[in-house]
C-alpha cells in the first residue's frame, strides 16, 4: 500500500500529462477535438506562458517542478479544467455565482477571476491531500460564497 503523502506515481502523472498533451497537439494541428479536449485547449490556450512545455513531449512528460519553481504548471492547468467543469456542471453552484460576482462586482477579467477561485481550490486540495482524506465541498464553498458580493 502506498503511502497518502507519496502522492500519485510516475506511471500516474504521465498518463495524465498525456492527455493535456494530445489535446493540445491536436488542436494545434486542427484536428477534431472531443468535448474534454476542447475544455483543455481552452485552458491551455489561455497560458502562453505553458506553451514552451508542449515542445518536447519527453521532456513534458517527465519534467518536476520544486516549490521554488512556483505552481506546478500541470497542477494549475489542471485546477483550471477543474474549475471551468465546475462552473459548466453548476456543482458546486457558488463556483458559477463566485466567478459571476468577481467579474461583474471585482471588475476582474474572467482569467483573473478564475485565478483568484483556483486559489481557493488548490488549498482545499492540498489539506485534503495532506489529511489523507476527501476535500471539504462544504469548505470550499463557504469560500467560494465569501468571494461573491451580495
Known amino acids: 500500500m502506498r503511502d497518502v503523502d507519496a502522492g500519485p506515481s510516475r506511471a500516474q502523472l504521465r498518463a495524465h500529462r498525456q492527455v493535456f498533451w494530445d489535446a493540445w497537439q ?3 494541428a486542427n484536428q477534431p477535438l472531443n468535448a474534454l479536449e476542447v475544455r483543455i485547449a481552452r485552458v491551455i490556450e489561455m497560458h502562453p ?3 514552451h512545455y508542449f515542445d518536447d513531449r519527453e521532456r513534458f512528460l517527465e519534467r518536476d517542478f520544486d516549490l521554488d519553481d512556483g505552481m506546478n504548471p500541470y497542477l494549475h492547468l489542471s485546477l483550471h479544467l477543474a474549475l471551468e467543469e465546475q462552473v459548466a456542471t453548476g456543482h458546486p453552484p457558488e463556483a458559477g455565482k463566485a466567478l459571476e460576482s468577481l467579474m461583474r462586482h471585482g471588475c476582474m477579467s474572467r482569467h483573473d477571476a478564475l485565478h483568484v477561485m483556483l486559489e481557493i481550490l488548490a488549498e482545499t ?3 485534503a491531500q495532506r489529511q489523507g482524506g476527501e476535500p471539504d465541498v462544504a469548505a470550499y464553498a463557504q469560500r467560494l460564497r465569501g468571494l461573491m458580493r451580495r
Open 125 to 127: 486540495v492540498y489539506y
Open 26 to 28: 491536436k488542436a494545434c
Open 49 to 51: 506562458e505553458y506553451h
